[in-house]
């Protein structure tokens, strides 16, 4: 029970300066990693940002662990992240494995249900999207996406049969599969 509130100058001199200096090189290596690196996260962008917040945590109140130690861990998690993502936007087999697709949960008006269950989407969830883009009726809109992200798009109005960027949708439109576009 001894030192719970204070243990040491030294170790507080410890943690502000291993703080500060790993916060610095933290960032350097992200700025250095690109803008892609902290983007709209997907699953595996999301594991990457929580291993290096836990990462930062502890390199700065583990004593045990060097700053050296802490920059290389750095390193290797942005590496692997860069790696990945750079393989990804080459690899349509490596992109599925660390990405979902983009899937369609309302069409003309229509909830898709199986798609919802599936997804695990609430009623509530949907009309907040709706409501966000101020639109009152769900047979106002003409699509709403469930992007990769866990975002919600609400496309209000299609207007043209040429659809290109919802080509990747899931099940865009319902009862069409990819094989048939």
């Known amino acids: 029970m001894d030192k719970i509130l ?11 300066i291993i703080g500060v200096l790993s916060y610095i090189v933290l960032i350097i ?4 990693s690109g803008k892609r690196t902290l ?12 291993a290096l917040g836990s990462t930062f945590a502890n390199l700065i109140l583990n004593k045990s662990v060097s700053l050296a130690d802490g920059a290389v861990a750095f390193f290797t998690l942005i590496f692997l992240q860069y790696a ?7 690899s349509k087999r490596i992109k599925h494995l ?4 983009p899937v369609l949960i309302l069409y003309k008006g229509e909830l898709q249900h199986r798609v919802i269950k599936k997804e ?8 907040l999207s709706i409501r966000k883009k101020g639109i009152s009726s769900l047979e106002e809109v003409d699509a709403i996406i469930l992007e990769t992200t866990g975002d919600f798009t609400v496309v209000p109005s299609i207007k043209t049969e040429n659809t290109g960027v919802l080509d990747d949708v ?12």
């Open 6 to 16: 204070f243990t040491n100058w030294e170790s507080i001199g410890r943690t502000f």
């Open 120 to 127: 695990r989407i609430t009623i509530e969830e949907i009309n």
């Open 39 to 50: 983007s709209k996260m997907n699953a595996f962008d999301f594991v990457i940002t929580i």
């Open 98 to 101: 660390i990405t979902s697709e």
């Open 29 to 32: 290596l992200l700025r250095s």
């Open 170 to 181: 899931n099940n865009f439109p319902p009862g069409k599969n990819k094989s048939d576009k």
């Open 84 to 90: 990945i993502t750079w393989l990804s936007v080459r």
